[in-house]
């Protein structure tokens, strides 16, 4: 077999383009039976609701939903699925659908080691590796990597490889070495497409391996990796669409399709060439606002890399006034207590379903609770109202809010007075009461001074102002979920639909229980459109 794969390697590396055969060595991923894991899934099974997450970040026989995915994820791995624990690591390393959280990401990775996967042994060495949430480290990156693969890991081998492309814990590069290992990740399955990547990127790029670039075999590999769930393959394809190389006509509608696909599963390569071609007009109708959300996005994932930080502060910097920032996504249904004067887009309804410590007048105040980890149950002066993450409207005076998850308690006595509140419980500690130090909430009505501006804007048909005002609004509160709701609104009737339904579904995610059918159905009309 690894014969067979090495000749196979050379003669596509070195035959000519017009020699070279399309796919026919990479099968397709077959579409697993989602009627089946659904019915699984609504039984409350486990491994079920982790293959159709996967399905459903993967887009294998469903469309693609990074908060349906997230939603099933967090299901399974409340149960103690190994996989789904990993999964939804990956979602707070990338900040999919929930705020980029390196430190949740580790812990979920190592609880999901603990229960056995060594895939998540493999992801805890790619941390170590980058540095995300810990101290870089290639040696222990490598040991890692090293390990998971000597147990099995498909991704552990691809991993090995790719420190071996850079020299990253060995004593320097190899790049016949590290095509052994992509190799081996290959027949062990590739889950997530690294290995496949890796191929594609040694035709791409000639990568020490051979001069030659081979961008139509590169092509080939970067779409199998994409298809397995790699983030980075979608820049190289969608930089081959741009330019009309490797073999397809250059098309820039295609390649900000690719550009989207790998700022969704945050590639922070592809959000900074996609705001590059939203300021630009290429391949999309010129918006400044769209250009400052991926700028913004790719800045939050840009820790640790300070030239590419210098970078994405540049380009945000260069748009000035024409896209006020702040970015998230936005909102759409607003209650009117919250839109001042203006007329109010359509209402959630905000009074109904709520619990009776949870008031809706509009004498109340929000509170945004969540926790770490998330998933807590969450107790107002003894009444159970949810769990973390939530948004609640609270009566104004004196409560006790008790966050409490596995023998882990934190607990506090609030005054509550008008504005917005930030509740953060930590519960990683020991089994004792724990109290919690709370972020400074915002200036009271700020945030509806704001969403009211948006909305009056919206109605007298200014929307660049429309847009400026969601831009601020969501940079003044990234997680409440009114000013992605209000984005995807605009998004919407401006005919952006695939930039809607991206707004709409991080609205989906944050939204309080009441609001979740109506921006569902909203989003079923959005998805009806885009399949027609």
Not at 74 to 84: E, L, P, S
Not at 345 to 355: C, D, K, M, W
Not at 399 to 412: A, D
């Amino acid at each position: 077999m690894q014969k067979h794969f090495i000749l196979f390697l050379a003669m596509v590396v070195l035959l000519p383009v017009a020699k070279l055969a399309a796919d026919s060595a990479l099968p397709a991923t077959p579409a697993p039976n989602i009627s089946a894991l659904r019915a699984q899934a609504d039984a409350n099974n486990a491994a079920a609701q982790n293959d159709l997450g996967e399905a459903y970040e993967k887009g294998l026989g469903v469309e693609t939903s990074y908060v349906e995915a997230f939603r099933l994820y967090r299901k399974a791995a409340a149960q103690g699925n190994a996989k789904a624990e990993a999964n939804l690591g990956t979602f707070y390393e990338r900040g999919l659908v929930i705020a980029l959280n390196y430190p949740e990401a580790m812990r979920l990775y190592k609880l999901s080691a603990a229960h056995g996967n060594v895939e998540a042994k493999a992801r805890m060495g790619r941390m170590y590796e980058y540095g995300r949430g810990v101290t870089q480290d290639f040696a222990q990156a490598m040991r890692l990597c090293s390990e998971a693969s000597e147990q099995g890991s498909s991704l552990g081998s691809a991993c090995v490889g790719w420190m071996y492309t850079k020299g990253h814990g060995v004593d320097k590069a190899d790049y016949k070495e590290a095509m052994q290992w992509f190799q081996k990740a290959i027949e062990r399955g590739d889950s997530w497409g690294l290995g496949s990547a890796g191929i594609a990127n040694t035709f791409l790029t000639g990568w020490g391996v051979n001069e030659n670039v081979n961008r139509r075999g590169g092509l080939t590999w970067a779409t199998k990796a994409a298809e397995l769930g790699d983030s980075t393959s979608p820049v190289w394809i969608a930089r081959l669409y741009l330019k009309g190389k490797g073999g397809v006509s250059k098309d820039e509608k295609e390649g900000v399709r690719w550009l989207k696909k790998a700022a969704e599963r945050g590639d922070v390569e592809g959000q900074l060439l996609l705001g590059q071609l939203y300021e630009a007009g290429t391949g999309v109708e010129r918006d400044y606002a769209a250009s400052a959300r991926w700028y913004k996005a790719a800045l939050s994932r840009a820790d640790g890399e300070p030239a590419l930080r210098k970078e994405v502060t540049g380009k945000i910097e260069s748009l000035g006034g024409r896209a006020n920032l702040g970015v998230g996504l936005d909102p759409l249904f607003v209650p009117a207590e919250q839109a001042s004067a203006a007329q109010p887009l359509p209402s959630a309804n905000p009074g109904q379903g709520t619990n009776p410590v949870a008031g809706a007048n509009a004498g109340g105040a929000k509170a945004h609770i969540v926790s770490t980890p998330d998933g807590a149950e969450i107790t107002v002066d003894g009444k159970f109202i949810g769990s973390t993450p939530s948004d609640v409207t609270l009566s104004l005076g004196e409560h006790q809010i008790k966050v409490s998850l596995g023998g882990h308690e934190w607990s506090r006595s609030m005054l509550i007075t008008p504005g917005i509140i930030n509740i953060r419980a930590d519960l990683g500690g020991s089994a004792q009461p724990v109290q919690a130090s709370l972020p400074q909430a915002p200036p009271p009505d700020a945030y509806n001074t704001l969403l009211g501006a948006a909305v009056a804007h919206w109605n007298n048909k200014q929307v660049s102002e429309a847009q400026q005002d969601v831009a601020r609004l969501i940079g003044s509160d990234p997680n409440r979920w009114e000013g992605y709701a209000i984005a995807g609104k605009i998004e919407q009737a401006l005919g952006k639909l695939p930039e809607a339904k991206l707004a709409y579904e991080q609205a989906m995610a944050l939204a309080p229980a009441e609001a979740k059918g109506t921006i569902a159905n909203v989003l079923q009309q959005i998805n009806a459109k885009l399949a027609q």
